[in-house]
């Protein structure tokens, strides 16, 4: 059994009507608890609350007044792939040796979330998939969301060669030295962070496996799925040119994908 100390990064977008606070209580009490069965050394859950405009932050401290496990990170600047990267930072100035995040909305719970952490074993990182053997979907996806799933995890593993099956589920788990070997080489804010992030630890020669897990879609996003794809499939041609021998022969298309990009904003 793992006996490491675990940080877990929840980003936190206008998750107030969502009960972030229900949340991170959850979270705490669940890990509290393997601290006592000394399955962890330790744990903290690292909240970074950013671009919001409801009370999310009001509901983060009150939570925070009753658990000293409980951090907070507030920043203006929004993007889930930047208050990941920030906490990524934050985590590794303390003594943790597992470092992951977790989307606020429960998608993941927090017991299919534990399941990173006990099979992490010799790997340098996990990260849950939705579409791997055994992985369950609640409810199931319909038939014009898996298409465009599929149709841009193909995209994806043709462009970077990269093995997995699923890159944007939100939870992945790393240990500490990989992480604090290419952190300060992430850029993307947005929907290619998860992309970026895999391709960096690949290219560095670390060892990700991916496992199966439950996930059940949460109401209240608000999400647009088509535009987060077409943004997500548009900084991966980004990634793709600016690592390729060939940029400048690619500049063109990096300068139409850098368009496109600015007009979905």
Known sequence: MPK???????????EAERGIDKTLKRY???????????????????????ACKDNTEELVRKVKK????LRILVFKKGG???????????????????????????????????KLIENIKEAEGIIASRYARGAIMMPKQSLKRRIISRAGNFYIRGLLFLPFKDTQCGAKVFKRE????????????QWGFDVEL??????????????PTIWKDVAGSSLNVKKAS???????????????????ILQPIKSFAAFIWRKLQ
């Not at 985590?91 to 017991?111: H, M, P, Q, W, Y």
């Not at 895999?198 to 496992?211: H, Q, R, S």
């Not at 077409?230 to 400048?248: D, E, G």
């Open 66 to 69: 009753l658990w000293k496990e």
């Open 230 to 248: 077409t943004q997500a499939l548009l900084a991966v041609t980004h990634l793709r040119i600016v690592n390729s021998p060939f940029k400048k």
């Open 4 to 14: 490491e100390k675990i940080c877990t990064i929840i980003p936190a977008h206008n």
């Open 198 to 211: 895999l391709y960096k630890l690949k290219k560095a020669g670390y060892k990700i496996i991916e496992f």
């Open 80 to 114: 889930k792939g930047f208050a990941v990267t920030e906490g990524f930072k934050d985590a590794l100035k303390r003594d943790n040796d597992l470092i992951g995040f977790v989307d606020a909305d429960e998608a993941t719970s927090v017991e299919e979330y534990w």
């Open 178 to 189: 990989p992480l604090k070997t290419i952190v300060h080489d992430l850029g993307m804010s």
């Open 28 to 50: 705490l009490k669940f890990f509290k608890k393997k601290k006592q069965e000394r399955k962890i050394r330790g744990f903290e859950i690292l909240v970074v609350v950013n």
